[in-house]
């Protein structure tokens, strides 16, 4: 892990605290970081999703019989 000397505005990192309930601004910091990483992978994930139902990859699952055990 690095050490470095940043500003933060205290206001924010006080909001963030009481969103994410943590107690140290060291905490706060990685679980905001941590957090923002996450959901920029969820966005492309979801992206990637997307673009496969774009081109009529899931399609088959619409239909009920493809997926249901016949009685």
């Not at 690095?2 to 905490?27: C, N, Q, R, S, W």
């Not at 994930?45 to 088959?60: H, I, P, R, W």
């Given at each position: 892990?690095?050490?470095?000397?940043?500003?933060v505005?205290?206001?924010?990192?006080?909001?963030?605290?009481?969103?994410?309930?943590?107690?140290?601004?060291?905490?706060?910091?990685?679980?905001?970081?941590?957090?923002?990483?996450?959901?920029?992978?969820?966005a492309?994930?979801?992206?990637?999703?997307?673009?496969?139902?774009?081109?009529?990859?899931?399609?088959?699952?619409?239909?009920?019989?493809?997926?249901?055990?016949?009685?």
């Amino acid at each position: 892990m690095a050490k470095m000397l940043i500003d933060v505005d205290e206001e924010l990192l006080a909001e963030a605290a009481e969103v994410f309930g943590t107690k140290t601004k060291k905490d706060t910091v990685n679980t905001a970081l941590r957090e923002s990483a996450a959901q920029r992978r969820r966005a492309e994930a979801f992206d990637e999703l997307s673009a496969l139902a774009d081109t009529g990859y899931f399609d088959e699952l619409l239909d009920k019989k493809n997926y249901r055990p016949k009685p």
